[in-house]
């Protein structure tokens, strides 16, 4: 079975607890890149010609689908309605 096959064979509910999941990844993804960009900036002093980063949307869901697979799988091993 592939992925489409997969995602057509889930119902509503399937499809509304892995969107929240991956909502609260995203929520998780954003808190730290922001945290991790104030620990480069502590750790630079805050120099004027340190680099600015900022948080694109192509890292923060690659860091959320890291989140993503993590929580998934802790989550599936303690709850049996998790597809």
């Known amino acids: 079975m592939n992925l489409s096959e ?3 064979s889930l ?3 399937d499809h509304l607890i892995i969107l929240f999941l991956y909502c ?3 929520y998780l993804s954003q808190i730290t890149l922001k945290s991790l960009i104030e620990l480069y900036d502590e750790k630079k002093g805050h120099n004027k010609y340190r680099i600015r980063f900022r948080i694109t949307p192509s890292i923060l869901l690659l860091v959320a689908f890291i989140y993503c697979l993590f ?3 802790i989550l599936k091993e303690l709850f049996n309605f998790i597809p």
Request: proline residues 0%; positive net charge.
């Open 6 to 8: 997969w995602l057509y």
């Open 11 to 13: 119902s509503t509910t």
């Open 24 to 26: 609260i990844c995203i």
């Open 71 to 73: 929580l998934y799988k």
